[in-house]
């Protein structure tokens, strides 16, 4: 392990005013968010979709790093370019998702596990090969009647040290991706008490299998109230819960937490990162986000796989990344969004 390399990765794709892009849907989540525009999923339209997005003019200034997906890191831009020199002469760092994604908690069929441990030291050094200099594995946690339970934070927090161990090995900074999820009709109050355990849960682990906190990133999802919930958190609320949160259970040593969007509108997202950072001053992290879905939503559906939409869909990208980059230091406001138009 070297650390210096890996806390240099680490700061880059913290700097300020930039943010990280995942694009590391996999073939089932890709195809539903196609199929909900109208796009047919196949390996050609996922490369071209791609490319429209990584081929944005600017995307460098707010963008300090891009989640791929195992098939795009093997795919070449129209021109014959492979994707990944597509994004580093764009200034933007390529990163690898490596888990396989969840299977039902066997025992408890309302609840996840992520896989992929397996071979996984094998796997990393041919991402490195292929560019990537950081990774991400996202475990996920459900809140409903009984669950999560205990057996299932252990399993997924102890997954998730293993992974960051055998990434920071190979040189290659773990996003660790803890996820407690929106859907349901929690609090906000049970949002922050689920997330206070998964993350103490974590971090756990990672001193366990002595993870190297300086060099690595932590995703969380923000404290929030449930989709379903009948009273729906503020925004000032959301932001002050999370940082509460994160105060208690994340340790100064990491460098920087990027949040997942999580279901959360564009706008919801860019205004919650924008008010953590605008009443928080000396946070011991950066705040900033990896968004996929709050950073996609406009720009898909403009494209639509049609490539005369192109331009257009990358204006709409290009903006959202302003948004969110602003953000980064609470400089934000709604009336910016009007620029869009
Ligand atoms: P969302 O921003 O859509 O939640 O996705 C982030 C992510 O990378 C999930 O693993």
């Known amino acids: 392990m070297n650390v210096q390399t890996l806390e240099e990765t680490a700061g880059q794709l913290v700097a300020p005013g930039r943010g990280i892009l995942a694009a590391d849907e996999s073939f089932g989540t890709i195809g539903k968010r196609f199929e909900a525009v109208g796009i047919e999923s196949s390996e050609e339209s996922r490369r071209a979709y791609r490319e429209m997005l990584f081929t944005t003019e ?12 195992d098939e795009t890191i093997r795919q070449e831009a129209s021109d014959g370019t492979p994707i990944a020199q597509v994004l580093e002469r764009a200034g933007v760092i390529p990163g690898i998702k490596v ?3 969840t299977v039902s908690l066997p025992l408890s069929p309302k609840e996840k596990f992520t896989q992929g441990l397996d071979g996984l030291g094998e796997r990393l050094p041919e991402y490195r090969e292929l560019g990537a200099r950081f990774t991400k594995w996202r475990a996920v946690i459900t809140i409903g009647d009984g669950i999560p339970t ?9 997954a998730l040290a293993l992974y960051a161990a055998f990434c920071q090995e190979h040189d290659l900074v773990p996003i660790v991706e803890p996820e407690v999820l929106i859907d349901g009709d929690h609090s906000i109050e049970r949002c922050y008490e689920v997330t206070e355990w998964m993350l103490r849960a974590t971090f756990d682990h ?5 993870v190297e906190l300086s060099g690595m990133l932590l995703k969380p999802n923000m404290v929030i109230s449930g989709k379903e919930a009948s009273r729906q958190a503020g925004v000032e609320e959301v932001a002050r819960a999370t940082v509460e949160c994160l105060l ?8 920087g937490i990027v ?11 860019t205004a919650h990162l924008n008010a953590m950072n605008s009443m928080y001053d000396g946070l011991p992290w950066e705040l900033s986000f990896s968004y996929a879905r709050a950073l996609q939503g406009q720009p ?8 005369s939409k192109v331009e257009a869909a990358q204006k709409a990208f290009y903006h959202r990344l302003k948004m969110n980059g602003a953000a980064r230091s609470g400089s934000y406001s709604e009336e910016m969004e009007q620029e869009a138009a």
């Open 58 to 69: 600017g995307i460098g200034e707010f963008l300090s790093g891009v989640i791929l997906f």
């Open 99 to 101: 888990d396989k994604s």
């Open 150 to 158: 205990r057996g299932c934070v252990e399993a997924n927090a102890r």
């Open 206 to 210: 990672l001193y366990e299998q002595g």
């Open 248 to 255: 208690r259970s994340v340790p100064a040593a990491v460098p």
């Open 259 to 269: 949040f997942l969007s999580g279901g959360q509108s564009d706008l919801q997202a």
């Open 300 to 307: 898909m559906e403009i494209w639509g796989g049609d490539v």
